[in-house]
């Protein structure tokens, strides 16, 4: 098979498709980030990165010390390329502005430098999601306001998943494409070029240790699955449960299926867990373009209009007939 490199499928998408060079240099930045930030997880302990950092991120969570590496060395990639003029991180309360001495550029970046943090030191896979947005115009003083799009406005979207294979996953908006590290080379190979999911699933993905505390369509929904044959799905499914959505995600594209992180009431406040700019945005961005859908059980969620730079939704992704289904509950 003929293989092409991450840089020639950006080349051959400006000549053929008019990708703005400067948005293929912003996704190579990315994707230097990405293979330096797999460099350091598969050195894990060997490279001192396992463990606590001391810290606490926006959310109240605790910082890993391979979260604060990853967030860094994403900054730093992406601030060189010259092409962005904002940053939102999940590793970072405020938005991130460009250093004077840096050049800015006409796109907005949003990232969760590294995704399933709790299987870090576990050894278990992990991954970098990212999400890029048109700014409306190319400043130094950009504010949250700045990101207040909803995720149809994306121009590109992805994530890197560091398992048994290093692989780089993006969209541009026509279809989904599948980059695998060559460890020899140091080079992202494109492995599969055309990612659909399949309409139907035999696989669904929830953390059921949360069921008494989700509402009533979910409740429904989920136990539906669980009857099985026996129920009125009249077939059989099986489950999956990494605790990182880029793992999900990327089992869906491969084999099919759906992952659900419903809203629960353990927290009324808030509307999910997941975060919509840098998780579900740029998950669902990729779902839609292989073919598959994305809802918070009531919209799909790129249309949910954001409010603030961390705000969360439920996520109700993969195959369609899955989606519309539970989604079909929530509006009974
Ligand atoms: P962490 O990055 O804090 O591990 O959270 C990962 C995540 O945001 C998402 O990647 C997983 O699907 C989900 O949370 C797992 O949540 P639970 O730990 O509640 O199952």
């Known amino acids: 098979m003929s293989t092409i490199s991450l840089s020639q499928y ?34 894990g302990a060997l490279a001192g990165v396992l463990g606590l950092a001391g810290s606490e991120n926006v959310q109240g969570e605790d910082q890993k010390k391979l979260d604060i590496i990853s967030n860094d060395i994403f900054v730093d990639a992406v601030a060189q390329t010259g092409t962005v003029c904002g940053m939102v991180s999940e590793e970072i309360p405020e938005v991130i502005r460009i250093a004077d001495n840096l050049p800015i550029g006409p796109y907005l970046i949003c990232f969760d430098p590294l995704d399933g943090s709790s299987n870090i030191d576990i050894n278990v896979s992990i ?26 406005h994306q121009v590109a979207a992805g994530y890197c998943m560091y398992g048994p294979q290093t692989q780089l996953v993006i969209t541009l908006g026509r279809g ?24 139907e699933a035999k696989e669904f993905a929830i953390n059921c240790s949360n069921m008494r505390h989700w509402e009533a369509p979910v409740k429904r929904y989920v136990a539906e699955l669980l009857e099985g044959k026996t129920g009125v799905r009249g077939k059989d499914f099986n489950m999956r449960w990494v605790a990182a959505m880029v793992a999900e995600v990327h089992r869906i594209l491969q084999r099919g299926g759906i992952f659900m992180y419903p809203r629960d009431n353990r927290d009324l406040s808030k509307p999910g867990k997941l975060r919509l700019l840098y998780e579900a945005n740029p998950m669902s961005f990729l779902m839609e373009n292989a073919g598959a859908a994305a809802t918070n059980g009531h919209q799909r969620i790129l249309t949910v209009q954001p409010e603030k730079i961390h705000q969360r939704v439920a996520v109700f992704l993969g195959a369609a007939e899955e989606v519309e289904t539970v989604t079909s509950y929530h509006a009974e």
């Open 176 to 199: 989904v494409a599948m980059f695998t590290l060559d460890p020899k080379t140091g080079t992202f190979v494109l492995t599969n070029e055309d990612v659909k999911v399949a309409r």
């Open 127 to 152: 991954g970098s999601i990212f999400s890029v947005l048109p700014a409306k115009e190319a400043k130094r003083d950009v504010t949250d306001d700045d990101f207040m799009q909803t995720g149809e």
């Open 10 to 43: 950006l080349a051959r998408e400006e000549v053929q498709h008019g990708l703005d060079p400067q948005l293929s240099r912003l996704l190579t930045g990315v994707s230097e980030a990405c293979k330096n930030i797999a460099w350091l997880v598969h050195s």
